[in-house]
C-alpha cells in the first residue's frame, strides 16, 4: 500500500486553483433578477413600510397584478419608478 504525502505547498496551490475557477464560475454566470416580486420582497428592496407600498399601488405609481390575494409586481416597473423620480 502506497502513502502519497500532501505538502502545505501542494494544498496552497489546489487553494489556488480553486478560487480561480470558483471566481470564474461566479463572473461567467449573469445574476438573474427575478421579473415579478411579492409585497414583501418588494418592501425589502426599498425599505419601505407597507403603508407607502399601499399608497404607491392607490395613486398608480407603481402597478401590479393581482392573482389569489397576492401582490406580484414587474421589476422593470419597479425600475422604472425609481429612475422617474431621479433628481438632478
Known sequence: ??????????????????LNDLKEIIQSKPQQV????????VRKLLNISSGTLQ?????????????????YYNHSDID?????NKSK
Open 34 to 41: 427575478k421579473q415579478w416580486l411579492k409585497s414583501n420582497e
Open 55 to 71: 399608497n404607491l399601488r392607490v395613486n398608480g405609481t407603481l402597478t401590479y397584478t393581482k392573482i389569489g390575494g397576492i401582490m
Open 80 to 84: 422604472k419608478v425609481l429612475n422617474g
Open 1 to 18: 500500500m502506497a502513502i502519497e504525502v500532501i505538502t502545505r505547498e501542494d494544498l496552497n496551490e489546489f487553494r489556488s486553483l480553486l
